[in-house]
Structures are given as structure tokens and as C-alpha cells.
């Protein structure tokens, strides 16, 4: 008999609608004493239209999610300036302030706003940033994040990330009726969209190096096939649907090919490199144990993966020319799996085992490999950096629920994205 | 504009919700002769394999064959792959029935708890269905019968993060398919 063929139905319009509101809340879990204090001034609005939505909010969230910011109360505000001529320094320095951001917001005709904001050191008075962006009313929560994003880089001479999206997979439903779905949302979990839903698992999520595709694995027909969706458009393509196994998309930093586990007849999983235009083929790995969970480096030259080769799972580098020899990375422990690679390729993220549970790992890439276990949960998994390198978002459990965590990457400030309703699990954090 | 868009998205979120999801993501075309599990019943599809073998007209001899016929799970220690001594009979009788009727196939499905990275999981989970695949080669089924799929740790038979669902979670569905 045929093997059976289905057919899918594309959720065209279903892409990118929303859903109803923000699906999370954020609970600190682990603070920073030295957080820099900031004030964040209510931004006026000249009329009520525009006030319903209060960019200084999202702003103060998106500085205070980073750990690296401190943000005034607003009751505990006297005055609030919108401009910098009438910051009186002395009052906001005695508050404890080192920082303060002061703005308005105004319509400018027809669905437009116009964002204009200062930041000052409140100790010398300096203007770091003085700058007006505009917006239409779906754009003001991203203008947002991008005076978030400027005043981070100005104070802290790193690139924000806050104008940044992470997908992640959503599990709905009990055993043995759940389904599953494919979320992108902000990098603050608001504003989710739907970009595909199944009543078949969902798995492993991949950004392609341009933000504008997603590449997942769906068992849509009881199989797993690895996809790759447009996310503008909707439009997908399914790119891998061997015979077994089709896993752990991971895109080349030219996003040209994908590397993915696949498996021979007698299901021996190995990583491949599958080039999206020409369909073909390479072996990269080929051991009897399970060679999986691929990611590459920046240059596109290598890339690591997980392998039980030695027993357990551990973490392993290959070159891609063939005939390279994989090289063993992680050897504390017997387990550390999923790799993934920090930014600037200094800092290797995984998931290890420690006293039966499963936490965020980093190994220093740069010295002789030291490791830090950054996490204390017992089921945290599935780490993905920020493409600025300062933060880690993970797969977690809170009382029972799966839920997204944060942790910066040396693991001073941890937090949980607490979800509204179902599992959620892999984020994947989009590139800039 | 942006209106119309908008209400043409709830208008679809809202036929998704009240009209029949299980078929606005993957439809399934039936197949000739042969009961097909509708698309996301899941495990409750595939609890039956007597009920799939009886409605192509395949019996199996003795009552006690039977009884062990019905069983179709076989489920593994942690992190193990290996068949324990009380499930050997289970697939020996499957065995036998598949070689007695080789028109019929089984598909296999691999499972682990949820502790793990979802992906190596993948892979432990594809460990356990090849295990039972061979050893019900050893026993007369044909290769040809006989194709393995891995859930990982993406469908559970139970939910739960303690050892009493983790135990019935980490299996091999024996599935007969047509």
C-alpha cells in the first residue's frame, strides 16, 4: 500500500492573527543588587486617544526584565518633566536616580503618533539621547522597545534586544487531546500570533539568520517532516520527510542550509546538512549512538551537537569538511545535551544533570571550559540566547506548568514568564 | 482595511474554535477498506490493534494468544532500550501473528518521559521502537511489515512529573495499521 499521503491545510488566515492578549507575567525570581536606578517619566499624551497606551511602561518592563536596571515607582514621583528643560536634577538625584528618561507622545494626523524622548545622566546633567520616532498605533508597543533597546545601548554600551521576538511551542489541552501550537510573540511575550497549529506534536523552532522564516518539526500524518514557514506570508515548505527520524533543525549562519538529524533504516540518527536550494544531502556525523541537536558556528565551518558516543549524552564539535573528527567539549557529568551557542561564540549554553534534575549550563569557550550551572529548577531545558549575548531564554516548570524562564548568561537575575493557559515550552529567541 | 482584517481573523479564529479543529490543521483522506484513527484522536486511535486486525479479517488462534494479543505496549526502565523478560511473550505473540498474516503491518512507536532534552529524547525514544522492531524480526516478521516512529517525550500516555506517570509514559506502541 501506498504510504499514506496527507493533506494539509494552511492556516492562511489563521497566520498571524492574534491572540487575545499578552500570555504572560513576569516574576522575578533572582534580583541584582547592583541594578543601575533610572527613572522612567510617564510620557504625556496631548490627547486621550493617545494616552491609552503608555510607552514608559514598556519601556520601565523591558529595563527592569534585563536585571541591569533599577526603575523608580512612579508614585514615588513628585513632578514629571516631558522635556529636559524642566528636570529639576537636584530633586531626582536626591531620589536616588542615576538616570532619567522623560518623553511625550502625539498624534500626528490620521493613525500616527510621533515618540519624542531625552535621556539624562541626573548626576552631570549630560544629554545622552535626544530623539523622535514615529509610529501607527500597532507600531507604538515596538517603538517602544526601540527606546528601550537605545537607552540600554547608551547606558550600558551593549546592543538592546528588547525589539526582538521569541516563538516558542504552546501545548493546550490534557492527554490524549492536546494540541499543540506555534507562537511568535515580543520578546516580553506580549502580542502573540498563531503561526501553526496541529493536533500533532510541534517541535524545535529555528529562526532563519534573517528573522523572516521559521524552520520546526511537525508530526502532522503521525510523522515528523521538518518545515520551514514564511512568517509574513504564511507560506510553507515542507523540507525534509525522509524515511524515520527528521529533527532538530538547525539553519547555517548563511541561511542557505539547514543541519537536521536524520536516521538510516535500523534508526541510527546521525546529523546531516541539507542544502535548501539543490535538496542535497551530507553526512556529517556517523556513529552508532544518537548524534543529534545540531547548531553551527558563526563561520558556518562547524558545528556542535549532542552524541551518547561515550555512553551518555555529551557535547561535541565537528568540522563540516569531510572526514573531520568530532571532539568532545562537556565532561563533567553524565549528561549535557543541546548546545547552543552564545553571540559573540564565547559562551556555550547546554543542558545538564545535576543531583537528578535538569538545569542551564555554560561553558566558557575562551579559557580552559569552565562551567557554571546557572539554573535551579529541576526540569530546565531547551536554552536560547538573545542575539545581543546577555540573556537566556529557557523551557522551565512552575508548580506543575511548563513556563518560560530568563536568565542573564552569568546568572545573576532570573525570572519566569508565567503563561495564562497550557504548557509552553522551546522559545527560540529571534535574531536583531 | 485593517478593520475588515481584523474581523476576517476572528471570523476565522472563531470558525477554528467552534467548528471542527481536529480538521482545520491536517486532514486525513480515508483509506479504502480500513478504519483510520481520526486526525488528533491519538493514543485512544490506537489502543485497539485486535479491533484493526479483526476488521481485515485476520484472527489468531487460542484464547490465551488472544489475551496477549490485546497487550501492546511494552515499556522500558529509564533511559534503557532494552526488552524486560515480561514483555517477551507479548511480542512473541505479535510476532507470530505478523508472520501468519503477511499482509498485515505494525508501526511503532517510541516514547520517553519528559526528563531530557526534547531532542535526544527523539532519539531514545526511535532506541526502544528499534528494539522491539528486531526483536519481532527475530521472530519472523518482516522487515517490510515494520516501521518505527519517535514521539520522544511529545506524547504522553499520562500526564504527571512524577515515576508513577513517568513508567507508563516511557513505551513502545505496538500499532497495527493498514
Known amino acids: ?432 | 482595511m485593517k478593520r475588515i482584517i481584523s474581523i476576517a481573523c476572528l471570523l476565522a479564529a472563531a470558525a477554528l474554535l467552534t467548528g471542527c479543529p481536529k480538521k482545520a490543521t491536517t486532514v486525513e483522506p480515508p483509506i479504502a477498506g480500513a478504519q483510520v484513527p481520526a486526525a488528533g484522536q491519538g493514543g485512544a486511535s490506537t489502543t485497539n490493534p485486535l479491533g484493526q486486525a479483526g476488521t481485515s479479517g485476520m484472527g489468531t488462534q487460542g484464547a490465551n494468544a488472544t489475551g496477549l494479543l490485546a497487550k501492546h505496549i511494552i515499556y522500558f526502565d529509564f533511559d534503557k532500550s532494552d526488552i524486560k523478560p515480561e514483555f517477551v511473550e507479548i511480542i512473541s505473540v505479535h510476532a507470530r501473528n505478523l508472520a501468519a498474516h503477511p499482509n498485515l503491518k505494525m508501526r511503532l512507536e517510541g516514547n520517553t518521559d519528559e526528563r531530557g532534552t526534547r531532542e535526544y529524547n527523539i532519539g531514545l525514544g526511535e532506541r526502544r521502537a528499534q528494539a522491539v522492531r528486531r526483536a519481532l524480526m527475530l521472530q519472523g516478521a518482516a522487515e517490510s511489515q515494520l516501521t518505527t516512529v519517535s514521539y520522544g517525550a511529545e506524547r504522553p500516555a499520562v500526564e504527571g512529573d512524577n515515576e508513577a506517570a513517568w513508567e507508563q509514559n516511557r513505551r513502545v506502541e505496538m500499532v497495527y495499521v493498514p
Request: net charge neutral.
Open chain 1, 1 to 432: 500500500m501506498n504510504k499514506s499521503r496527507f493533506v494539509i491545510v494552511l492556516l492562511a488566515l489563521l497566520a498571524f492573527c492574534p491572540l487575545s492578549r499578552g500570555e504572560f507575567v513576569v516574576e522575578v525570581t533572582r534580583g541584582q543588587d547592583d541594578a543601575i536606578p533610572i527613572a522612567i517619566v510617564p510620557f504625556t499624551a496631548a490627547d486621550a486617544a493617545a494616552g491609552t497606551f503608555d510607552v514608559a511602561q514598556v519601556v520601565s518592563d523591558d529595563l527592569a526584565r534585563s536585571g541591569r536596571f533599577k526603575s523608580m515607582d512612579r508614585k514615588d514621583m513628585v513632578e514629571q518633566p516631558h522635556n529636559g528643560a524642566s528636570i529639576s536634577f537636584d530633586d531626582w538625584r536626591r531620589l536616588g536616580n542615576d538616570y532619567i528618561l522623560v518623553g511625550q507622545m502625539q498624534p500626528q494626523g490620521q493613525d500616527r503618533f510621533s515618540i519624542s524622548f531625552e535621556l539624562y545622566n541626573v548626576l552631570n546633567r549630560q544629554r545622552l539621547l535626544g530623539y523622535q520616532i514615529s509610529a501607527n498605533a500597532a507600531g507604538l508597543r515596538l517603538a517602544s522597545h526601540q527606546v528601550a533597546d537605545m537607552v540600554f545601548d547608551k547606558i550600558l554600551g551593549v546592543r538592546g534586544a528588547f525589539a526582538t521576538r521569541i516563538a516558542y511551542i504552546s501545548v493546550l489541552g490534557s492527554v490524549p487531546n492536546r494540541s499543540y501550537r506555534l507562537i511568535v510573540a515580543d520578546s516580553d511575550g506580549e502580542n502573540p500570533h498563531v503561526v501553526m497549529q496541529s493536533n500533532e506534536p510541534l517541535m524545535s523552532p529555528a529562526w532563519s539568520p534573517d528573522g523572516q522564516s521559521l524552520a520546526y518539526v511537525s508530526f502532522e500524518g503521525r510523522l515528523p517532516s521538518v518545515y520551514v514557514q514564511q512568517l509574513r506570508t504564511g507560506e510553507r515548505r515542507r523540507v525534509s520527510a525522509m524515511a524515520g527520524v527528521n529533527q532538530a533543525p538547525a539553519w547555517s549562519p548563511d541561511g542557505k542550509k539547514l543541519a537536521l538529524t536524520l536516521s538510516t533504516r535500523d534508526g541510527n540518527l546521525d546529523v546531516y546538512v541539507l542544502d535548501l536550494a539543490t535538496q542535497a544531502v551530507t553526512r556529517i556525523t556517523d556513529d552508532p549512538g544518537i548524534d543529534t541537536e545540531p547548531q553551527w558556528s558563526k563561520d558556518g565551518q562547524s558545528i556542535y551537537f549532542t552524541s551518547d558516543r561515550a555512553g551518555g549524552p555529551q557535547i561535541y564539535r565537528v568540522g563540516i569538511q569531510p572526514g573531520d573528527r568530532p571532539r568532545r567539549l562537556t565532561f563533567q557529568g553524565n549528561y549535557n545535551a543541546r548546545p547552543r551557542l552564545s553571540p559573540d561564540e564565547t559562551q556555550l549554553a547546554f543542558v545538564t544533570q545535576e543531583d537528578g534534575a535538569y538545569r542551564i549550563a555554560v561553558m566558557d569557550l575562551r579559557g580552559r571550559g569552565d562551567v557554571q550551572v546557572l539554573t535551579k529548577g529541576r526540569f530546565d531545558v531547551s536554552p536560547s540566547y538573545a542575539p545581543n549575548g546577555a540573556m537566556i531564554i529557557y523551557a522551565s516548570r512552575d508548580r506543575g506548568r511548563g513556563v518560560l524562564a530568563l536568565t542573564t548568561s552569568d546568572g545573576r537575575v532570573q525570572e519566569r514568564l508565567v503563561s495564562s493557559e497550557g504548557e509552553v515550552q522551546e522559545p527560540a529567541w529571534s535574531p536583531f
